[in-house]
């Protein structure tokens, strides 16, 4: 069991190491992103340039949360009723949106223009998305079993099925 969880340590100090070295990156990132902007003329390419730019600092947050996941933060137990009441009309926007996304696709100067249909369709999948993510959000908490915790829950489900066997007899 020592092994298991001094293991367990290392692998979690090195991949806290990974993300927060993956977050100075995306930093980096934004930071060339906006330079590069400030040097471009063609408005369609700074705000190309715009949503990868977005899209880094997308990253950073993902790459916080996972971290502060691991370090054993709660999500959301002390909030969670209130937060769900809260996303309700979240959820409905982008359900609406998804929605929307189906008749803008089908128009034809969407469908006929390759680079605005990939755009129009990276927005839907994006939409997509949010919508599962606040779904999920509002549904169930996040949280992390160590190993040393799953042998006792094992050991809770054995115990359960050996009395449901028992109780079968």
Do not use: C
Request: aromatic fraction near 6%; hydrophobic fraction near 35%.
């Amino acid at each position: 069991m020592q092994q298991i969880k001094e293991r367990e340590e290392r692998e979690k100090a090195d991949l806290m190491d990974l993300l927060s070295k993956q977050i100075q990156v995306e930093g980096e990132l934004v930071g060339l992103y906006d330079k590069t902007v400030e040097e471009i003329k063609s408005p369609p390419v700074k705000h190309l340039l715009h949503m990868i730019r977005m899209d880094s600092m997308k990253h950073i947050d993902i790459f916080q949360v996972a971290m502060e996941v691991l370090q054993g933060d709660d999500i959301l137990k002390p909030e969670k009723k209130e937060l769900a009441e809260r996303l309700k009309r979240h959820i409905e926007l982008e359900k609406d949106s998804i929605e929307r996304s189906k008749q803008i696709l089908k128009n034809t100067w969407i469908s006929e223009i390759k680079g605005l249909k990939e755009l129009m369709e990276k927005w839907r999948d994006d939409e997509k998305e949010h919508h599962r993510a606040l779904m999920k959000l509002t549904e169930k908490e996040f949280f992390r079993v160590s190993p040393t915790e799953w042998v006792g829950i094992f050991q809770d489900l054995e115990e359960r099925y050996a009395k449901y066997e028992r109780k079968k007899s």
